[in-house]
């Protein structure tokens, strides 16, 4: 029995051995026994399929032989830790097998039982390398390229909804002044620089994480580290992991972009779009929307409003003599001034040009009134403009002159109309009859417009009379308006609406046309030499066509030009001198003659006058209205007599009425008179016969010249 229990125990042990055996060769791990040295004293079937070499031809062989020369010392060094330090040890390193390419292994050590072994667990972790390098390499792009882009990146992990792991890219600190470092002490350091004003909207985006959702990107402000302000857009994607049937929150991936200057460009361009850009005033758009809302307000409420509409009496002065940049620094001294005047929660906007609109809330006509004189005594100045400028100013109603804006803002400007042309500085309120006024006129200049085009100008013609001979041959043309309606129109009545409008120089090219072939048909008739004067503006004297208009006009006619006389007041002369004296020359190169009209009302210096190529001079009729008894008039007429002989200039009065004044102007030597005294204006007809026969002028005993044939038009 012995015997068989022990050869039973034996069968026993050899397949229990059979079984280790088995297990050793055939593990998925290459076990080695080495020495000290490193030779290899026991290897399994894993092991030498690592090397590449047969099991048999292992034993014996250093096992530092399969390492790289490199890698060499750190494994003797590891194998010494082994057997000095007595414990396990572990080491990551590629191995070279004969015949194959590298491997990247993991060693475990331990020594065996006798002391003088190790023993090596061998593990291929070549895969888990490549995967664990290209995910390295992955981060490292991925960090890389988050590094280079505006955005701050940042991420979370999280475990049962607490906090595992966070990342911030570094451009954390240009955005928000805050390094990686101190968003790791403190993952949710930016929730305590949002702004106080957005801390609702930012709540609101946070319960939406909360709650699972990816939120919409918001835009909101924070401040930075410094202490400025930032916007920035903030946006980011939750994912969830259900355990348990219970969703959770596993990720949180977003990104900051600062957008301080986009918001900034966005402000400028929604400012500039509804402001107007050298004030900073509301434009018009923003004001009809203003209005709109505050007339909302007052319906409700049975609050009155006024409504000034304001323009700068003489600004065009200032922009045509002192050029645009002085003009746009007064336009930004009326608006400093205009908001001084009023109060914060009235409205002051600048349409256009020298226009502006003030709407004051809850204002009647008498507090109306007195922020228009309040503006108007104030008065617009800016450096270099020694005269100050003023303001004329229409004011109306709501809701009484309106209950809409349009219908305010076209009343207003009705009555500001009528207070510029009552001589400015001062304020109008709306009537009803300014707007019968104003439609008169509308009518007006839309009848003057086809007022050339229907022949509907006629010409009549002022005599002169020369006061030493008592004959005329030279005459003033003055132009009249048949009017298919209002019939005879005189010049004031139209005058001032076609130079607004522009149509002063149409009517001026009408008038030089029509002088030149009266000149020529005269000359037919057998009339003789004459000459006539032209009163022009100074706007038509700008024209860059003006010598041509003149020169062609003669030409066509073939009249002389000595025969055509270019009357030009004072105010012309001085609107743009060195353009006027250039017209001027070639007027007098080319023959034809120039005066001064009005002379003496103006605010012409001698120096300028003498180095114009003038002929004549003609004195304002207010100098010779009460010119025999008026001792100041007296002077100055008798200043400009003695400028003209000086200059060798002849001197015409005009508006002589009375014999007195002919017999004051005859005893101080005047050559040459005008005026009803000797004849009315006359047409071209009714003219005509009276130039044909000298007999009809005579010359009275007592010095009166007159006309014989009796004058009918007044």
Known sequence: MQNAELRHVRDELEATLGKFTDLYDFAPIGYFTLDRGGTILAVNLSGSALLGIARGEVLGKSFPEFVSDKSRTDFFEFLGRVFALQRKESLEMALHPQGHDPLFVRIDAALCGSGIECRLAVSDISEQKRVADALAKSEEQYRAIVSNINEYVYSASFENDALVSAYHSPKCVAITGYSPEEYSRDPFLWLSMVHEDDRELVSHFLDAIRAGKNPEPIRHRIRHKNGGERWILNSCTVQRREIEGVATISRLDGFILDITELKLAEESIFFLAHHDPLTGLPNRSTLYQRIGQVMTVARRTSKSIALLFLDIDGFKQVNDTLGHDVGDRVLQSVARRLKECTRYCDIVSRLGGDEFVIMLWDCGAAEATAVANKIIASGFTVAKVSAALNASIGISLFPQDGTDYLTLLKHADIAMYHAKKSGGKRHQFFTRKLTEHARERFIMEADLRHAVERNEFVLYYQPKVDLITGKSRSMEALIRWQHPVKGFTLPGNFIGIAEETGLLTLISKWTIRTVCRQLRQWKQQGVGLLSVAINLSATFFQQADFEETIESALYETGVPPECLELELTEATLMSDPEKVLASMAAMKALGVQLSIDDFGMGYSCLNYLKKLPIDK????????????????????????????????????????????????????????????????PLSASRLTPLLKQEANYLHNPRGRLRLREPQLLT
């Open 617 to 680: 001079l003609k004195i304002d009729q207010s100098f010779i209205h009460n010119i025999a008894y008026d001792t100041d008039n007296m002077a100055v007429v008798r200043a400009i007599m003695s400028i003209g002989r000086s200059m060798q200039l002849k001197v015409i009065a005009e508006g002589v009425e009375n014999a007195s004044q002919l017999a004051w102007l005859q005893a101080e030597g005047s050559e040459e008179a005008q005026g009803f005294y000797f004849s009315r």
